[in-house]
């Protein structure tokens, strides 16, 4: 079987077995290879808790610039958010932050999501995605001069 991988654009890779052809991002590919490291040597790749590196994410945010946050709200998938705030529920100061940026009627639609959606928690393999999402686009915001941390 041949197995190339090569970058087509700037985070998006182009995955090639034989004659079938991927397109994976950036965060795609980092999964897939913690996912072969762990399968050949079970063990050998320690992991955070998605809980910790919410935790992490959220106290990195409370530092935010007011213009920086609303741009990351803005540009954030909806759910990632939502699973970010959820799994940082117990922590008002980051909940009051992210809500104190956003518009009304947006904060209203996040609270019923985040009590109806995920009323059960979020599952952690979702969460791993979601931080993982955030911290890329954080990243993101900070190069382009949108988001201050001021820490």
Same mark, same amino acid.
């Given at each position: 079987?041949?197995?190339?991988?090569?970058?087509?654009?700037?985070?998006?890779?182009?995955?090639?077995?034989?004659?079938?052809?991927?397109? %994976?991002?950036? +965060?795609? /590919?980092?999964? %897939? !290879? !913690?996912?072969?490291?762990?399968?050949?040597?079970?063990?050998?790749? +320690?992991? $955070?808790?998605?809980?910790?590196?919410?935790?992490? !994410?959220?106290? @990195?945010?409370?530092? =935010?610039?007011?213009?920086?946050?609303? @741009?990351?709200?803005?540009? =954030?998938?909806?759910?990632?958010?939502?699973?970010?705030?959820?799994?940082?529920?117990?922590?008002?100061?980051? /909940?009051?932050?992210?809500?104190?940026?956003?518009?009304?009627?947006?904060?209203?639609?996040?609270?019923?999501?985040?009590?109806? @959606?995920?009323?059960? +928690? $979020?599952?952690?393999?979702?969460?791993?995605?979601?931080?993982?999402?955030?911290?890329? !686009?954080?990243?993101? %915001?900070?190069?382009? +001069?949108?988001?201050?941390?001021?820490?």
């Amino acid at each position: 079987m041949k197995i190339s991988v090569k970058q087509t654009k700037k985070g998006v890779f182009s995955l090639t077995f034989d004659d079938v052809v991927l397109t %994976l991002d950036k +965060g795609q /590919i980092k999964n %897939l !290879l !913690l996912q072969c490291v762990q399968a050949l040597a079970p063990g050998s790749v +320690g992991t $955070v808790d998605p809980e910790v590196q919410a935790a992490r !994410l959220a106290e @990195k945010l409370k530092h =935010a610039n007011p213009p920086g946050m609303q @741009k990351l709200i803005m540009s =954030a998938n909806e759910d990632d958010i939502l699973m970010f705030l959820k799994s940082c529920e117990e922590d008002q100061e980051i /909940i009051d932050w992210v809500f104190q940026n956003m518009s009304e009627r947006k904060q209203t639609m996040f609270k019923e999501d985040m009590e109806f @959606k995920f009323h059960d +928690g $979020v599952p952690s393999d979702d969460l791993i995605d979601a931080i993982e999402n955030l911290n890329e !686009l954080v990243a993101r %915001l900070k190069n382009d +001069g949108s988001l201050e941390l001021d820490q």
